[in-house]
């Protein structure tokens, strides 16, 4: 069975760094691309970020580019999201997602503006976490 959970969300200010985990099991971690994916309330999905875990190309939104810094530990099948300088416009419920067969650049265009409902209602869509919430308020 596939397993993504997502941990390390929480209440900063601006300014402040967070770092999020995923600890995934249930698939051969080191040969996927991982991404990092968010949802503020009342807006659609968001892609933030993607790495290949097999070749360590990293991807980055460029609402996070210079901020944001993806990894991934194969050994321990986790992906992490070290966020610096967070802005209240990060806030968001962040998830775990890797996609199943799509190019990643076409599963991004697809997933835009989906809500997570749907996009966990689809096998089409891939393998997503619960999520984990980030919130960045004064």
């Known amino acids: 069975e596939v397993q993504l959970e997502e941990s390390g969300g929480g209440l900063v200010r601006p300014g402040d760094s967070l770092t999020l985990s995923c600890a995934a099991s249930?698939?051969?971690?080191?040969?996927?691309?991982m991404t990092w994916v968010r949802q503020a309330p009342g807006k659609g999905l968001e892609w933030v970020s993607a790495?290949?875990?097999?070749?360590?190309?990293?991807y980055y939104a460029d609402s996070v580019k210079g901020r944001f810094t993806i990894s991934a530990d194969n050994a321990k099948n986790t992906l992490y999201l070290q966020m610096n300088s967070l802005k209240t416009e990060d806030s968001a419920v962040y998830y775990c997602?890797?996609?199943?067969?799509?190019?990643?650049?076409?599963?991004?265009?697809?997933?835009?503006?989906?809500?997570?409902?749907?996009?966990?209602?689809?096998?089409?869509?891939?393998?997503w976490g619960q999520g984990t919430q980030v919130t960045v308020s004064s």
């Open positions: 249930g698939f051969t971690f080191g040969n996927r691309d």
């Open positions: 790495i290949s875990t097999r070749f360590g190309f990293t």
């Open positions: 997602a890797t996609p199943l067969r799509a190019p990643l650049g076409a599963w991004v265009a697809n997933i835009a503006n989906m809500s997570y409902q749907d996009v966990v209602a689809k096998a089409d869509f891939g393998y």
